[in-house]
Nanobody
Framework: QVQLVESGGGLVQAGGSLRLSCAAS????????MGWYRQAPGKQREQVAR???????NYADSVIGRFTIYRDNAKDREYLQMNSLNAEDTAVYYC????????????WGQGTQVTVSS
């Protein structure tokens, strides 16, 4: 059974920083593409960032230069360092893991709330 558990969300003032963590279980971590998505009230879920097993990354345009995704394969964890947060970053953030070939192997965490006060 694959499980993803996020932590690190909370309330922060605009301009502040947070680091989200995602702990993975189920022997999937090293080969899977790991990502972070977010969903704000009344909006569709959107991809924030993703990182491949080899370390290649992609970011949404809105977070380039402010967010950094990285992974620790030895600890089966991925992280999202978020700096210069603004009110538009307020959302529930979800950890995601997807197999690079068989994309039906696609798993989600339960989400963690990030609220940025202006």
């Amino acid at each position: 059974q694959v499980q993803l558990v996020e932590s690190g969300g909370g309330l922060v003032q605009a301009g502040g920083s947070l680091r989200l963590s995602c702990a993975a279980s189920g022997s999937i971590f090293s080969t899977y593409i790991m990502g972070w998505y977010r969903q704000a009230p009344g909006k569709q879920r959107e991809q924030v960032a993703r990182i491949r097993s080899g370390g290649g990354t992609n970011y949404a345009d809105s977070v380039i230069g402010r967010f950094t995704i990285y992974r620790d394969n030895a600890k089966d964890r991925e992280y999202l360092q978020m700096n210069s947060l603004n009110a538009e970053d307020t959302a529930v953030y979800y950890c995601n893991a997807v197999h690079p070939v068989t994309t039906s192997y696609n798993y989600w965490g339960q989400g963690t709330q990030v609220t940025v006060s202006s």
